[in-house]
């Protein structure tokens, strides 16, 4: 499949936090997550954690999109595209995403790389669904200082009018936040 437009659609769909489990093109089968869990029952500091992202495309430059999260880390949100989208398998494409997000009360959370998997919807060019994009959370400023976690999430964005996405996961505080 030929990506006439690839640089553009990058810039558009650095989005954070996009979606896990849309159903594939053949109308196919939920997706995994494919984070790995740093939640423990045990541990008391884990909070399981939920909301939804929305963001604007272009909102800062060509490949950086910015917006708004809501549920339990509510704040603003951003996401860069690192390097330029690559074919994947299965009529797939990667795109490699450096997530910003600073939750209302201030504290900065800090995000590993992360790999979105994402998957054209037949009849349209503008409209996208994740089949993978999990999202590590690796410390931050305040109560996210030294804290760990991981995100899954679900969603679409168009290119041409926005994007909505769902975030569930859990993140475990350091001692003492």
């Known amino acids: 499949m030929k990506f006439p437009r690839l640089p553009q659609i990058?810039?558009?769909?650095?989005v954070p936090l996009l979606f896990?489990?849309?159903?594939?093109?053949?109308?196919?089968?939920p997706a995994k997550a494919a984070a790995k869990s740093t939640f423990n029952s045990e541990n008391s500091s884990c909070k399981v954690v939920g909301g939804m992202v929305m963001t604007n495309f272009g909102a800062i430059d060509a490949a950086t999109t910015m917006g708004v999260a809501t549920g339990d880390l509510q704040?603003?949100?951003s996401g860069t595209i690192l390097g330029t989208p690559q074919p994947g398998p299965g009529n797939t494409v990667v795109f490699h995403v450096q997530h910003h997000w600073v939750t209302e009360t201030g504290d900065t959370i800090?995000?590993?790389?992360a790999v979105a998997t994402t998957i054209p919807v037949p009849q349209t060019q503008?409209?996208?669904?994740?089949?993978?994009?999990?999202?590590h959370i690796k410390g931050g400023t305040g109560k996210f200082a030294g804290a760990t976690g991981d995100i899954?999430?679900?969603?679409e964005v168009d290119v041409t009018s926005g994007t909505v996405f769902r975030y569930t996961g859990q993140v475990c505080f350091a001692e003492g936040h």
Do not use: C, K, M, Q
């Open 152 to 155: 899954s999430n679900i969603g």
């Open 10 to 14: 990058a810039a558009l769909l650095a």
């Open 126 to 135: 503008t409209l996208f669904a994740i089949v993978t994009y999990p999202v």
């Open 75 to 77: 704040g603003a949100v």
């Open 20 to 29: 896990v489990a849309l159903r594939a093109e053949s109308g196919g089968h």
């Open 110 to 113: 800090l995000f590993d790389p």
